[in-house]
């Protein structure tokens, strides 16, 4: 088991920054792909950025390429979300997600998840 908790959600204006923190607590951190999963209102779940377990490779979605970076900290058992230029269409509740197996964009890939921290960004 694994419990995965947000934190850095906020309101910004366009072309701030934030960064979204997600501390994992339980088994060992290390041993898990992670993912930044986004929901946007009215909208389904999208994937938005993923980070695999020890080789520190990413995958990103096509829409924040270039402007989102994930990174890890497994001494921290934390996965972090740095987001820059962010756009009105950024805004969205975040979740982080925690996997066992190969680095996918795809929900069914990820056996956990956090409760989400919300961002909003205004024009």
């Known amino acids: 088991q694994v419990q995965l908790v947000e934190s850095g959600g906020g309101l910004v204006q366009a072309g701030d920054s934030l960064r979204l923190s997600c501390v994992a607590s339980g088994r060992a951190f290390s041993g898990y792909v992670m993912g930044w999963f986004r929901q946007a209102p009215g909208k389904e779940r999208e994937f938005v950025a993923g980070?695999?377990?020890?080789?520190?490779?990413?995958l990103y979605a096509d829409g924040v390429r270039g402007r989102f970076t994930v990174s890890r900290d497994n001494a921290k058992n934390t996965v972090y979300l740095q987001m820059n230029s962010l756009k009105p269409e950024d805004t969205a509740v975040y979740y982080c997600a925690a996997g066992s197996f190969v680095l996918r964009a795809e929900e069914k890939h990820y056996d956990y998840w956090g409760q989400g921290t919300k961002v909003t960004v205004s024009s």
């Open positions: 980070i695999s377990r020890n080789t520190g490779n990413t």
